[in-house]
């Protein structure tokens, strides 16, 4: 796998380093291998910093140690690098010299082509341009030691920052522009989500549905005291994986088990759940007070886990916040839901919140592919449907399944759904019911149509009118004409 290549350019004074510490942090927290570097970099012994110091070397010759350091750096550095599945981050790179030699009157076409000899095919995909104002530069930049004095008047950073700007506009898909004169951790918060994509794009790394990371965390929070967890994010993020694999951490001897919820059995665990609103009831809570009542069996812990925590009455929640308030020593507590706005408040401050986020479709597009085994462009279609959500995959496919949509239709449509809540004015419940809706277009399609082609599909589909985002509705009538192609077409016509 190749590795990706970031530059952060800008001033000097613009907190170049200080950002590239900080993503080099960032990628590594994602279990990325960085490698962080500069220009004037150390090729030569670092001598081309020394001239330029000491030396004031004339435009053109500036330029030519700046491109010899240059082709050095990626031929030795860079590029070795990146063959190794490494990122790299190098603080200044060729748009320093189309900047800041620029400034100085060389001819920019020619440092452009200079450039592209030096740096062959090693092209940075993202680069972070700090913009800063050449008078808040100089304050910060004063009583520096090791700066080369000849950059560092105002007027001439003026320059420079005015060149970097026009080759951003020129280059707007790979240079971002970030205002420095914000805090570090704004600075940051910016450029995050041209990392995500980044490493969507580059990185489909294996994706662990179980979030071991997520999960050492918890154990650790444990380990500290920490007692009580509402683990919270969109339905289907696939949160049973995690918490599965805390319990199997801390009850080692739980055993896998078929008909459970979580799949799971022990003496020393328990799982309270529920699968539509109010059906956590107060005596399932008094249940758990009894079964901490007494010590661990197997293990040093016993675990609770509540799933839907929304889903308990008020009741129940009371009873379960009376537990909360003085657990014993061995009771750990896993509450899951997707609505945690509706979990009672005082249990919330109780527990310490675990967000789950969704996958990046990338990855979670190889993992459909390998554990579905389906095509790559089904298996890409159907993590986009699921928003990054694995467990609406096997979902989505038990809908698309033909020969089960009727049963499916009687079983669940109304699981989810009170009778008499309004269907559409609810958006939490209305992503539940996403799915279902779905199934009621199969329906029409299986009642309705002879022939159908993917444009039918799409048709219904816009006809319905009732999909939430635009995007997705070209993706379910193809991922609908695909399942049912086969099996419903064939049924109708013979
Ligand atoms: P530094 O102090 O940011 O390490 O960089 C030394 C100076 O070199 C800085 O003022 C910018 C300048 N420079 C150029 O003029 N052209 C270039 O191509 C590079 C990489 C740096």
Partial sequence: MKGAFITIEGIDGSGKDTLAA?????????????????EPGDAFDGKVRDILMHNRPLPLSEMF???????????????????????????????????????RGVDRDLIERLNMEAIGDVFPQLTILLDLPASEAMNRIKGRGNAVEHFEREEFLSKVRGLYLEDAAAHGNRIIVVDA?????????????????????????????????????????????????????PWGCGHKHMIRKVIYTLVPSAKDVEDEPYG????????????????????????????????????????????????MTLQASNALLKILEEPPE??????????????????????????????????LAVYIEERFSVSREEAETLARLSEGCPDRVEHILQVLDAESILDYIKEDFYKYVPVGQSLVEDNVMWDKLFLEVESLFLQGLMEGKQHITPDDVLMLVEWEGMLKANVQKKLIADLIYWRLKEGIERAHIS
């Fill in 330 to 363: 061995w009771g750990i507590f896993m509450l899951y839901t997707s609505y945690p706005e509706r979990v009672l408040s005082t249990i919330r401050s109780r527990c310490a919140g675990v967000r789950l986020d969704r996958f990046s479709t990338k990855q």
């Fill in 22 to 38: 900080r993503i080099k942090e960032y990628l590594e927290s994602k279990g990325i291998e960085v490698v962080l570097t500069r």
């Fill in 264 to 311: 799971i059995y022990s003496p020393d665990v328990m799982v309270v759940y529920g699968e539509k609103p109010s059906s956590i009831k107060i005596d399932m809570v008094r249940a758990i007070g009894d079964f901490l009542d007494y010590r661990p069996i197997e293990a040093k812990y016993k675990v609770v886990v509540i799933d839907d925590a929304s889903f």
């Fill in 181 to 233: 004169t914000i805090s570090p951790d704004e600075i940051f918060r910016s450029v995050k989500p041209y990392l995500d994509k980044l490493i969507d794009e580059v990185a489909p790394t294996e994706m662990d549905i179980s979030r071991a990371e997520i999960a050492d965390a918890i154990i650790r929070a444990i380990d500290r005291g920490m007692h009580a967890f509402l683990v919270y994010g």
């Fill in 65 to 103: 140690l700046f491109m010899a350091d240059r082709h050095e750096h990626v031929e030795r550095v860079i590029r070795p690098a990146l063959e190794a599945g490494k990122w790299v981050i190098s603080v200044r790179f060729a748009d320093s010299s189309m900047a800041y030699q620029g400034a």
